[in-house]
C-alpha cells in the first residue's frame, strides 16, 4: 500500500515536488505559476540577488467582507511608494555628486592651465581658446567694457562693451548669471553666438581703476546651466582669471 501524502516526511515531499516536471506552458508560450514556485524554491536566494523583484509584486489583500478594509494591505503599498520615492531620490544624489566631481576636475584643470600661462597673449589664447575643451563647452570669451566699444580687437575671444552693460547684464551686486535655454547674445559670443543654447556668465574684477570685465561661457545645451545651481566652482574659476590678468597687467619694477 502507498504511502499517503501524510505519511511522506516534508523534506522528502518538497524534494518529489521539486523533481516533478514543470506544468506545461500554454499555448502562448507563458510560464506558468507552478514553474515560478518550482524555480524558487531552487533559486531561495533570488530575491537577496534580485530586490528589485519585490517592487513588482503587489501586496497580498485580504477580504474581510463588506465595509470592512484591511489597512495592513494600504500600509504595505504607501511602504512600497515610499521606498520608490527614497530610491529616485538616492539615484538623483548620486548623479548630482558624479556631475559636481566632474566639473571640480574640469575647473581644477582649467585653473591649473590659466596659471601656467607663458604671456598675456597665451593667457587670453587660454581663456578664449583651451577652457572652452577644458570645460566641455562651445566658447568662451572676455567682455571688456570700454570707452570706445566700436573699436576692434586683434584679440579672438575679446568682447568689447558699453561702459555699465556689465551691471545691467548681472545686476550691481551679482557676481554670476546663469541662463537656461536661451540663444546667446552677439555681443557676448560674437559669431559662436548662434550655438550658444544656455550660458554662465561670471563678472571678473581686474583691480582697482581696471574696466569690469565678464566670463562668458556657452554651451549648445540647453539645460547645462540653469538658475538655482552652484557657481562656486566657475565663480573660483572667473577669481582666478581675473586675478592673473590684473598681474599681467600690473607694471613690474
Not at 18 to 46: C, K, M, Q, T
Not at 138 to 149: H, L
Amino acid at each position: 500500500m502507498a504511502d499517503s501524502p501524510r505519511d511522506i516526511p516534508q523534506a522528502e515531499r518538497r524534494r518529489l515536488t521539486d523533481s516533478e516536471p514543470a506544468a506545461p506552458a500554454d499555448s502562448r508560450g507563458e510560464i506558468s505559476g507552478r514553474d515560478v514556485i518550482a524555480y524558487l524554491r531552487r533559486h531561495p536566494d533570488f530575491l537577496d540577488r534580485h530586490p528589485e523583484a519585490l517592487r513588482a509584486l503587489g501586496a497580498p489583500s485580504r477580504e474581510f467582507g463588506a465595509g470592512v478594509f484591511d489597512f495592513q494591505h494600504f500600509q504595505i503599498e504607501r511602504l512600497r511608494r515610499e521606498l520608490a520615492r527614497l530610491a529616485g531620490e538616492q539615484r538623483s544624489l548620486v548623479a548630482a555628486g558624479r556631475f559636481t566631481l566632474a566639473s571640480q576636475g574640469r575647473v581644477h584643470k582649467a585653473v591649473l592651465a590659466v596659471l601656467a600661462a607663458g604671456s598675456f597673449e597665451q593667457l587670453l589664447q587660454t581663456v578664449t581658446t583651451d577652457l572652452a575643451v577644458l570645460l566641455d563647452v562651445d566658447v568662451v570669451t572676455i567682455g571688456v567694457e570700454s570707452a570706445a566699444p566700436a573699436a576692434r580687437l586683434a584679440v579672438h575671444g575679446i568682447r568689447l562693451l558699453k561702459a555699465g552693460a556689465i551691471d545691467a547684464l548681472l545686476g550691481p551686486e551679482r557676481g554670476a548669471l546663469l541662463r537656461a535655454d536661451t540663444p546667446g547674445e552677439a555681443a557676448l559670443f560674437g559669431g559662436a553666438a548662434g550655438l550658444v543654447r544656455s550660458a554662465a556668465l561670471l563678472r571678473l574684477g581686474f583691480g582697482r581703476g581696471a574696466p569690469l570685465g565678464v566670463l562668458c561661457i556657452g554651451t549648445r545645451r540647453p539645460d547645462r546651466f540653469q538658475p538655482g545651481q552652484g557657481t562656486e566652482l566657475l565663480a573660483f574659476l572667473a577669481r582666478v582669471i581675473g586675478i592673473t590678468i590684473m598681474q599681467w597687467l600690473t607694471p613690474r619694477g
